[in-house]
């Protein structure tokens, strides 16, 4: 398996604009985590996906952003209007859902908003 | 909730030293651990990780951890490290009870001097 494949990997962008970051989770996974990772905060757990359905989205800062998995091989996750502090690496994650399993992490996206 | 610290933000150390990070979470029952790295630029690998049995485990790269139940500790140990250790380490936890939402430390910056 290529492991948890996301996409851009970078990504820069103007204030305002909208933007969409893509997952693909290890086929056969069906947990999905989105991180978010800056210096001052560090590693965020910003929403994750149990079987498709969104379980847990407390960690999503603002109405701005947006998350979606419309099938087990897909998410996306969407801010609208981007803002500067936005800035980050955003990193997906998959796992199995099941006892004493481990989170697969992909190579991240590193969004610049300016 | 569950949540996890890492008490050292930034080590540095010279090659051959050897190494212990701490980690403590808070969580009253049954938890998996794990020791994430992250090289400069790079995804999140999995280093260890702990789930039942020996609560001394072996990792790659001749990294282990002790799980001591009675002090919430999974602290990571290198008993010589090399310039290639240069990297930021994460500690986490997550519970079969909760879906297998991974939660972090802050992480802890290793730079190792040749």
């Known amino acids: 398996d290529a492991g948890v494949i996301q996409s851009p990997r970078h990504e820069v962008t103007e204030m305002g604009q909208e933007v969409t970051l893509r997952c693909k989770p290890i086929?056969?996974?069906?947990?999905l985590f989105w991180y978010r990772q800056t210096m001052m905060r560090g590693l965020e757990l910003l929403i994750y996906?149990?079987?498709?359905?969104?379980?847990?989205d407390s960690g999503m800062p603002e109405d701005r952003f947006s998350a979606k998995m419309p099938n087990a091989s897909f998410s996306t996750l969407k801010i609208q209007p981007s803002e500067p502090r936005d800035s980050a690496v955003y990193f997906c994650?998959?796992?199995?859902?099941?006892?004493?399993?481990?989170?697969?992490f992909g190579q991240g996206t590193r969004l610049t908003v300016v | 909730a569950q949540s996890v610290s890492q008490h050292n933000h930034h080590v540095i150390l010279s090659e051959a030293a050897s190494l212990e990070l701490g980690c403590n979470y808070s969580?009253?029952?049954?938890?998996?651990l794990f020791w994430y790295v992250q090289y400069p630029g790079q995804h999140l690998q999995l280093l260890l990780k702990?789930?039942?049995?020996?609560?001394l485990v072996k990792g790659i790269k001749g990294f282990e951890a002790e799980f001591i139940k009675s002090k919430f500790s999974f602290n990571l140990r290198k008993p010589s490290v090399q310039w290639s250790d240069t990297a930021e380490y994460f500690c986490?936890?997550?519970?079969?009870?909760?879906?297998?939402?991974?939660?972090f430390g802050g992480g802890t910056r290793l730079m190792v001097k040749p």
């Open positions: 702990y789930f039942s049995g020996d609560p």
């Open positions: 994650a998959s796992s199995l859902l099941q006892d004493n399993t481990e989170a697969f």
């Open positions: 969580y009253g029952g049954t938890v998996n």
């Open positions: 996906f149990n079987n498709n359905v969104p379980i847990d």
């Open positions: 086929s056969g996974h069906n947990s």
């Open positions: 986490a936890v997550n519970n079969n009870n909760a879906g297998n939402m991974l939660t």
